[in-house]
C-alpha cells in the first residue's frame, strides 16, 4: 500500500489536501550527490543498464525533498538503441546514433524489438519499486514515437528543426508513417512491460511534437500517443500522462481527448485557460519555467504564488516544471519551490 | 502609384483576386544571385551599410518571383548596434555582440540612439523605394523590443532558450523593464522614419516572445509592440503587422487587439482556427513550414493545397511562411509555390 498517494489521487481529479509536486529530471546533474553517483566509471548508458545505480539516483531527490512521485532513472532512447542504433553520448554534444535511419530501406527493415532487449529498464523500474518501499509512487516513461522518429532520423539532437526527420516526412510521408508505426507497437509493449515490473503511472514525452504545423501534429504524434494509450488499457489501468512540448496552443483540446489521465503543460501555457478548455476531463501537469530555479528565492516564490493563483487549487493539478530541470538549478531554490507549492496550495485548498 | 496593391488591400481586409505572396528572408543565401553580391568585399554590416547593395539585393527576388511585396535588406540588430554593443557576425556563429548588456550599471546607462545613427537604414528604404519604380509596396522592419533585448543580453543567440536573458527578467524585473522601454522607444522612432523614408508598411518581428510563459509574454512583449503602434499612429497610418513566432497558441486574441492591421503566424498555427478566433479584426499573415521549400514538388504542391484550403479564400490573408527562408531552400521549389497560392487562390476566390 502506498503511502502517498497524493499525486495518484491528483491524476484522478479525487480531492487532495495539497498540490502533489515532482519534477521532470528530479534526478539530474543539478544535484551534487547525481553528480558524484555520475563519476563511478562507465559511459551514460552502462549506468542506465544496472538496476543499482538506476535505483540508488532515482530516490537521491526524494531523500532531499518531500516530493510526491519518484521517475525511474532511465533515458528516452532506449527503444531507439534496442532497435540496432547503436546510442552513445559524447561530453557537450548530447546523444548520438552511429546508425541513423535516412532511408526507406533503413526503415523497411525495421521492427519492434524484443521486449528481452529492454529487460534492464524493466529490471530498473522493479529496483525503484522495492527501494521505494512504498513511499510514494513510480513513474514509468517512454519517448513519444514522433520524438524518437527525430532522434533516429537526425541520429542526435537539433538545434535546427529536425530538417532531416521534416525532409523525411514531407517527402516521403510513406516511409516516415512506417517509422512512426513501428515506434508505436513499441512503445505500447515498452510502457505495458514498465507497468507489469512496478510502475504506478506512466508518462510519454513529446519533446518535439510542437515543431509540426498543427494538422501534422495531431496525425504524426497526438495519434500514435492515443494508439498507445488505447492498447496500454487493454492490459493495465495504470494512468498515463502525455506532455507535448510547444503543441498546447494549438491542440490542447484533442490531446484531452487522446485517453490520456494527465496532460502535461510546457510553460508558456496558461493553466487557467488550459483548465478552462478541458473542463474536468484530464488533471493538467506543470507549469512553471525551469529557468526560474535558477535565479532567486524571491523570483521562486512569485512564480509559485502566480502558478497555485492560475491552478485555482481545483482538483486535477499535478505541480511541476514546464520542462526538465537543467544543470544550472539551485538544489536550495527547487527545494523553496516544492516548499511554497505545498504549503500555498494547501491553504487555498482550505479555505 | 503603386502598380500592384494586392498586399496593401489584403492587409486591409479588402477584396483581392489572389492570395498576395512575400517571404520572410526572400533576399536571402538560397538564392545565387544574392550569394554573388554576397561575395564582394566587406563585412556584412558593411553591406547592409550600403544602399547600393540594399537596393540591389533587396529587388533580385522580386526579378525572379511574382511576388507582391518588397521587403527592405537590412537586419533587426541594426538598433542595438547604434546603442553602442558593437555587432559584428561570425562566419557560422552568426551575430555578436562586444559588449553585451549584463548588468544594471549597464542599462542604466542606455538611452535612446540618435536616429541619425541609423540613416544607412533609412536611406536604403528610399533607395529600395526608387529602385522598386512602384512595382509592388516596400516593407520597412524593426525587431520587437523583446526580441532585441535577448540578443542584448545574451550577447548573441541562444539554442540555450537565453538563460541570462531570462535570469535578469525573473530577477531584476525593474532593470529588465528599462531596457525593454528604451528599446520600445527607440524601435518607434525607428519605424517612423522608415515610413517617412517611403516604407509601405511596417513589419516588427518578434523572434523570441514564444520563449516566454503567457503572461510574460502579454506584458514584456507584446505590450511594448502594442505601445510601438500607438506611436507610430500618432505620425503615420502606414499598416504595422506583428509576428511572435510561437506565442500565438496563447494570446492570438491579445495580438489581434494589440493596434497591428496584421499578425504573422508561424508553421505550427491552424489558419482556419486562427480565422475563427479573431474574426475580421485583422489579416493573418502565413504560414507553410519553411523547410517544405527544401524538399519535393509534390510536397510543396500539397502544403500550398492545405493552407489555401484552410485560409478558405476570404479577404485577409497574406501568404508567407511560417518562418523565414533557410539557406537550403531550393529556388525552383520557392517559385513552384509562390506559383500554386497565386494560382489555387485566383480559382478560390473566383468561385
Chains 1, 2 share one sequence.
Not at 107 to 135: Q, T, W
Not at 177 to 198: F, K, M, N, W
Request: glycine share 8%.
Amino acid at each position: 500500500m502506498l503511502k502517498n498517494t497524493t499525486f495518484l489521487d491528483a491524476l484522478a481529479l479525487r480531492h487532495t489536501p495539497y498540490t502533489p509536486v515532482w519534477l521532470m529530471r528530479q534526478a539530474g546533474r543539478y544535484l551534487p550527490e547525481y553528480r558524484a553517483s555520475r563519476a563511478k566509471a562507465g559511459s551514460f548508458m552502462d549506468l542506465v543498464r544496472s538496476q543499482d545505480f538506476c535505483a540508488e539516483v532515482t530516490l537521491q531527490p526524494l531523500d532531499r525533498y518531500p516530493l510526491d512521485a519518484a521517475i525511474v532513472f532511465s533515458d528516452i532512447l532506449t527503444i531507439p538503441d534496442a532497435m540496432g542504433l547503436e546510442l552513445s553520448f559524447t561530453v557537450g554534444e548530447g546523444p548520438r546514433f552511429a546508425k541513423p535511419l535516412r532511408t526507406e530501406a533503413d526503415i523497411a527493415k525495421l521492427v519492434v524489438p524484443p521486449m528481452d532487449s529492454l529487460r534492464y529498464v524493466f529490471d530498473a523500474v522493479s529496483a525503484c519499486k522495492r527501494a521505494l518501499n512504498d513511499r510514494v509512487p513510480l513513474i514509468g516513461f517512454s519517448g513519444a514515437p514522433f520524438t524518437l522518429a527525430c532522434y533516429c532520423v537526425e541520429g542526435g539532437g537539433s538545434t535546427e528543426g529536425y530538417p532531416l526527420t521534416k525532409s523525411m516526412l514531407y517527402s516521403a510521408p510513406q516511409v516516415f508513417e512506417r517509422l512512426i508505426d513501428v515506434l508505436t507497437h513499441t512503445v505500447a509493449d515498452y510502457l505495458i512491460a514498465q507497468s507489469r515490473a512496478g510502475a504506478d503511472a506512466l508518462m510519454i514525452f513529446d519533446t518535439w511534437g510542437g515543431i509540426l504545423p498543427a494538422a501534422q501534429y495531431r496525425a504524426l504524434s497526438l495519434a500514435p500517443m492515443a494508439e498507445i494509450i488505447r492498447r496500454v488499457r487493454e492490459k493495465t489501468a495504470t494512468p498515463i500522462i502525455i506532455f507535448s512540448k510547444g503543441a498546447a496552443g494549438h491542440s490542447l483540446e484533442q490531446m484531452a481527448s487522446s485517453g490520456a489521465q494527465g496532460v502535461g503543460l510546457d510553460w508558456t501555457s496558461d493553466l487557467a485557460a488550459a483548465r478552462a478548455l478541458v473542463g474536468k476531463k484530464v488533471a493538467l501537469q506543470g507549469n512553471i519555467d525551469p529557468l526560474i530555479v535558477t535565479t532567486t528565492s524571491a523570483a521562486v516564490e512569485a512564480a509559485a504564488r502566480a502558478c497555485i493563483d492560475e491552478a485555482g487549487g481545483l482538483p486535477g493539478h499535478l505541480f511541476n516544471l514546464g520542462h526538465g530541470l537543467t544543470p544550472q538549478a539551485k538544489p536550495e531554490l527547487v527545494g523553496e519551490l516544492i516548499a511554497h507549492i505545498q504549503t500555498l496550495s494547501r491553504a487555498k485548498k482550505s479555505t
